[in-house]
T-cell receptor, first 114, second 111 residues
Framework: ETGVTQTPRHLVMGMTNKKSLKCEQH?????MYWYKQSAKKPLELMFV???????ENNSVPSRFSPECPNSSHLFLHLHTLQPEDSALYLC?????????????FGPGTRLTVT | GESVGLHLPTLSVQEGDNSIINCAYS??????FIWYKQESGKGPQFIID?????DKRQGQRVTVLLNKTVKHLSLQIAATQPGDSAVYFC??????????FGTGTSLTVIP
């Protein structure tokens, strides 16, 4: 498998549930990202990991918790979400997070919070 | 703060015509720009990029033009095809990992 993969593709969860989103990149990249994409709004950068170290947290609420066990895998742990957190969550990777390189995106997880 | 916007939210073109999608940015320090294509149900797909030391770059059927004087970026698609129907958005970067994305222009190709 090549590129950036994300699972699950769709997720419906209640506000009291705990779930995790998974991202895997097969590109040999060293940086990984989580973005939130809401309708009619620009992509919002949430977290950045460079060589497994978190380098960016864009004021994301603590109900979103990222985890990067290695350069190829990235998780987003979700708990006690709000309905306004419903969105498409995109994972991306790039060569590194120091220089500006194009980011390759996964297909996203469509999250619905009920 | 950063501001990356698109002049038109929607664009309809006839199959075979050329398409031009525009993007304005406000940060004069931005020196790297990317155009992405996002089809329904998919993640954004890299199309073409350009750095600020260039004002034009061509790919296969696509051309990106950068006008740093007026902080304007455009994507030209030649001989637009139905498969080009998607949302296109630009992203700007002034160094490092922080990209700022536009909201997107929805391109519809009429057969």
């Amino acid at each position: 498998e090549t590129g950036v993969t994300q699972t699950p593709r769709h997720l419906v969860m209640g506000m009291t549930n705990k779930k995790s989103l998974k991202c895997e990149q097969h590109l040999g990249h060293n940086a990984m990202y989580w973005y939130k994409q809401s309708a009619k709004k620009p992509l919002e950068l949430m977290f950045v990991y460079n060589f497994k170290e978190q380098t960016e947290n864009n004021s994301v609420p603590s109900r979103f918790s990222p985890e990067c066990p290695n350069s190829s895998h990235l998780f987003l742990h979700l708990h006690t979400l709000q309905p306004e957190d419903s969105a498409l969550y995109l994972c991306a990777s790039s060569q590194d997070a120091v220089s500006a390189y194009e980011q390759y995106f996964g297909p996203g997880t469509r999250l619905t919070v009920t | 703060g950063e501001s990356v916007g698109l002049h038109l939210p929607t664009l309809s073109v006839q199959e075979g015509d050329n398409s031009i999608i525009n993007c304005a940015y406000s940060n004069s320090a931005s020196d790297y720009f990317i155009w992405y294509k996002q089809e329904s149900g998919k993640g954004p797909q890299f199309i073409i990029d350009i750095r600020s030391n260039m004002d034009k770059r061509q790919g296969q059927r696509v051309t990106v033009l950068l006008n740093k004087t007026v902080k304007h970026l455009s994507l030209q698609i030649a001989a637009t095809q139905p498969g080009d129907s998607a949302v296109y958005f630009c992203a700007e970067n002034e160094g490092g990992n922080q990209f700022y994305f536009g909201t997107g222009t929805s391109l519809t190709v009429i057969p």
